[in-house]
């Protein structure tokens, strides 16, 4: 079930952040959810502001889930996880940004540089010829559409390539799948299915970044909550009568329990449910992929890249190697940010902090010369490796599609579900995360 825009503008009305106690009464149901990322926030916030009785169990120390701000370097705030509202005309981040007064920045696909390895230059490249490349990734998906059986994208393109690829050739589609589908996504283009990785939907606007942290937003919406911090749910029993769940040292039980775990959680299978959860379900959590996108940032005493840039590009022969960096220094912030996604991000996670920022280093100084400076120091995430997680968002995989995430939607008993890989207008996003957790808050309220 996808949540309209014009829904969720309705739904601002209809769960405003105030409390309403008309609910409040001694047989109003109680509901438990199940983690306080943004998911389980926005379901929180919306059930607790019509005065029913909420409690949010979360497994860290902190609320925000995949949105985490780190304030390691105190004066200059960074985002490990989310990092920016995606299109920020009518996208309700924007109403919550609003709301809580959240300072935010804008960038820009289209201010962005081109820097080439120079062994792609003695081969005469001068750019990423991006018309040619988009051209026939379009062709092989239109192609992929038309069959019988879905395929990766991967091997998409390779059936509509017809005689071998000259080293150049190799590197600018390297290049564009990997900036535009595994950088986007966050699965490898082995594993993205070419019939229905497109099948989402965007809001317009600029993209934006919050300079004082994207924590602001779930802080904001906790406010007030309910919130268990440090539990981590190891079964779920439900039945007709209500729900129970039992953590490292708690048991809680309540009428109705909202599940907000990400979706590399429910493939590991580290929350047993009881009884089994239905069929289509597990097919969906087997079929959808869990993907991988990591970041490095990386800090200097001095800015030594142009500072009116926004995204800094490397094109070379290494596929997938530190293709995309984010300049700071419009926030003020003396830092780099640089991207790696799906196999190439799970091959470096098992690397040493300094070989990463060896590697780094490396790159950055085919960029700009070897007369740069070290960094001074780096921080570096390594989400698959994180048991509360077990990667980044959740894509169309070979053989998946909105059918699936509707599948996980749905409800199991009085179990209800919600978080981004649950949304098939807008999986892998804040914001839709944030639409489906008060999409199922408004399916509990219908109980009432």
């Known amino acids: 079930m996808t949540f309209s825009r014009r829904e969720f503008l309705a739904s601002l009305a209809a769960y405003p952040l105030v409390m309403n106690t008309s609910l409040q009464a001694a047989d109003a149901p109680t509901i438990l959810i199940i983690g306080a990322g943004i998911a389980g926030l926005a379901a929180a916030r919306s059930l607790s502001d019509q005065g029913l009785k909420v409690t949010v169990i979360e497994a860290r120390e902190r609320t925000g889930g995949r949105i985490h701000t780190s304030r390691v370097w105190p004066e200059y705030p960074l985002d490990l996880g989310a990092s920016w509202i995606h299109g920020q005309r009518q996208n309700p981040i924007t109403e919550l940004a609003n709301a809580a007064q959240a300072k935010r920045i804008a960038t820009s696909y289209d201010n962005a540089e081109l820097y080439i390895d120079a062994r792609l230059k003695q081969l005469g490249v001068q750019g990423t010829n991006e018309t040619a490349m988009e051209n026939l990734v379009s062709k092989a998906l239109k192609q992929a559409a038309n069959l019988d059986t879905d395929i990766s994208l991967q091997a998409a393109v390779e059936r509509v390539v017809n005689k071998p690829l000259g080293s150049a050739y190799q590197a600018q589609l390297n290049f564009y799948l990997n900036s535009t589908y595994e950088q986007e996504y966050s699965g490898s283009t082995q594993e993205i299915s070419a019939q229905t990785v497109e099948d989402n939907e965007e809001f317009s606007g600029a993209d934006v970044l919050f300079p004082q942290g994207y924590d602001q937003i779930p802080n904001y ?228």
């Not at 996604?341 to 780094?360: K, N, P, T």
């Open 221 to 448: 919406l906790a406010q007030g909550l309910d919130v268990r911090l440090g539990q981590i749910v190891s079964r779920i029993n439900y039945t007709n009568a209500g729900v129970t769940v039992k953590t490292q040292d708690q048991t809680y039980k309540a009428d109705y329990a909202i599940i907000t775990v990400p979706l590399g959680v429910l493939k590991r299978k580290t929350i047993q449910f009881n009884p089994s959860l239905p069929a289509a379900k597990q097919a969906a959590i087997q079929r959808l992929g869990m993907g991988l996108l990591n970041k490095a940032y990386l800090r200097f005493n001095t800015v030594f890249w142009p500072k009116d840039i926004d995204w800094l590009e490397y094109l070379s022969p290494d596929a997938g190697c530190w293709v995309e960096w984010v300049s700071f220094a419009k926030t003020g912030a003396p830092v780099l940010l640089g991207f790696h996604a799906a196999d190439r991000a799970r091959e470096v996670e098992a690397w040493s902090d300094q070989a990463l920022i060896a590697d780094a280093m490396k790159v950055l100084k085919a960029m700009f010369g070897n007369a740069i400076p070290q960094p001074t120091s780096a921080q570096i995430t390594r989400w698959a490796q994180d048991p509360l997680a077990y990667g980044s968002y959740s894509f169309n995989a070979v053989g998946s599609s909105n059918q699936d995430r509707q599948a996980l939607a749905s409800k199991s008993g009085r179990l209800y579900w919600a978080g981004e890989a649950t949304h098939s207008a807008y999986p892998g996003t804040v914001h839709g995360a944030y639409l489906s957790g008060v999409r199922a808050a408004k399916a509990v309220l219908k109980l009432v």
